[in-house]
T-cell receptor
């Protein structure tokens, strides 16, 4: 069963740098959502992509951007990294019109 | 805006016993869903149980059941016959509507430890 795959699993970046995180959705899913989970906190919704368009966005600055490709995979880009961007970034895929989110194991980003 | 509150940062229980995790939420909407997710050290968020707001009957999934009090906006999770594998962070979550359009709003989480 091809679940949600995220890469990389861990990475360390320096303040001011840019980072790209990747997500491959579960087979049959066409919608990808991204969440930020600070240590010891619940995940916070960043945005959702469907048909290669951002269709809903949470309360995150424009430094956070994304992309969805024709094969439904997605990228999350964060520019001008801040120490506060250190978190676990979770990707969740789903089928538009259906129900059920499948989460990946996340990417642990540390900004130093 | 919807909010979800979990007031128990940590809970512990002995193996084979029963434990209840609390959750309250706030919304002015009528069509919504509530969830409990489990996040073990592997970090993957795993769905434990789902409750549709329009259903009066409380959802059950094997050892897991909920007490859904719509008027009080309360949604607690009961785990019966606790097992060591239940040790994890548990999140209560809210979702508007019945499709995947939208977002999950999570509570702060409760760390559950099951002791042998």
């Amino acid at each position: 069963d091809a679940g949600v795959t995220q890469s990389p699993t861990h990475l360390i970046k320096t303040r001011g740098q840019q980072v790209t995180l990747r997500c491959s959705p579960k087979s049959g899913h066409d919608t990808v959502s991204w969440y930020q989970q600070a240590l010891g906190q619940g995940p916070q919704f960043i945005f959702q992509y469907y048909e290669e368009e951002e269709r809903q966005r949470g309360n995150f600055p424009d430094r956070f951007s994304g992309h969805q490709f024709p094969n439904y995979s997605s990228e999350l880009n964060v520019n001008a990294l801040l120490l506060g961007d250190s978190a676990l970034y979770l990707c969740a895929s789903s089928f538009n019109g259906g129900w059920g989110y499948t989460f990946g194991s996340g990417t642990r980003l540390t900004v130093v | 805006a919807q909010t979800v509150t979990q007031s128990q940062p940590e809970m512990s229980v002995q193996e084979a016993e029963t434990v209840t995790l609390s959750c309250t939420y706030d919304t002015s909407e009528s069509n919504y869903y509530l969830f409990w997710y489990k996040q073990p050290p592997s970090r993957q968020m795993i769905l434990v149980i789902r409750q549709e707001a329009y259903k009066q009957q409380n959802a059950t999934e094997n050892r897991f059941s909920v007490n859904f009090q719509k008027a009080a906006k309360s949604f607690s999770l009961k785990i019966s016959d606790s097992q060591l594998g239940d040790t994890a962070m548990y999140f209560c979550a809210f979702h508007l509507g019945g499709t995947s359009y939208g977002k999950l709003t999570f509570g702060q989480g409760t760390i559950l430890t099951v002791h042998p």
